[in-house]
């Protein structure tokens, strides 16, 4: 089973901010890798997949990078509505398909 | 509109079992492979089972199997999560989650809150 970490745990950033998120991998992944925003009592929301690719109607301050084990989610300018829950999984070998323990976004 | 919706969740003790119910509107559910993936309370995600478009095939989590088993009916548009033998450390946020081009889940249900207690 591939084992994914986030870091960190929290991260505190000003409105306004580039937030940057990291994820890796305990073996390679390749490139499928991707990234869900979880607001608060809501279900996880795709964002990045392919470790790049914006899902359909993800703003454009979203940016995925990374390949094979480290990965960052980058937040470039960062709203009222981003200060929540980020989670990156693994799709390369399943099952089980794995996700990290997520990144909670705080306001600084 | 596409939509997932989850229903079945409840308070149930241990050792009994549960059905939980994942309704699907808006999209062709007989041409996508579909997963049920669970949320501790104030916990991660943790991905429990997945089904194939037609069925065919089944894989499941170490923690759920021989206990949990995923279904689906095609005709009604529905996927179903059975939860046999249940423990408290089934207690979670219980999503149905489609599964879109390259293995990633696209589209996610509300989910459905099972706690399991004496």
């Known amino acids: 089973e591939i084992v994914m970490t986030q870091s960190p745990a929290t991260l505190s950033v000003s409105p306004g901010e580039r937030a940057t998120l990291s994820c890796r991998a305990s073996q390679s992944v390749s490139s499928n890798l991707a990234w869900y925003q979880q607001k608060p009592g809501q279900a996880p929301r795709l964002l990045i997949y392919?470790?790049?690719t914006r899902a359909t109607g993800i703003p454009a301050r979203f940016s995925g990078s990374g390949s094979g084990t480290e990965f960052t989610l980058t937040i470039s300018s960062l709203q009222s509505e981003d200060f929540v829950v980020y989670y990156c999984q693994q799709y390369n070998n399943w099952p089980p398909w794995t996700f990290g323990q997520g990144t909670n976004v705080e306001i600084k | 509109q596409v939509q997932l919706v989850e229903s079945g969740g409840g308070v149930v003790q241990p050792e009994r079992s549960l059905r939980l119910s994942c309704a699907a509107s808006?999209?062709?559910?007989?041409?996508?492979?579909m997963h049920w993936v669970r949320q501790a309370p104030g916990k991660g995600l943790e991905w429990v089972a997945v089904?194939?478009?037609?069925?065919?095939?089944?894989y499941y989590a170490d923690s759920v199997k021989g206990r949990l088993t995923i279904s689906r009916d095609n005709s009604k548009n529905t996927l179903y999560l059975q939860m046999n033998s249940l423990r408290a450390e089934d207690t979670a946020v219980y999503y149905c989650?489609?599964?879109?081009?390259?293995?990633?889940?696209?589209?996610w249900g509300r989910g459905t809150l099972v706690t399991v207690s004496s």
């Open positions: 989650a489609r599964e879109g081009g390259d293995y990633v889940f696209d589209l």
């Open positions: 392919g470790a790049s």
């Open positions: 089904i194939s478009y037609d069925g065919s095939n089944k």
């Open positions: 808006g999209f062709s559910f007989s041409s996508y492979g």
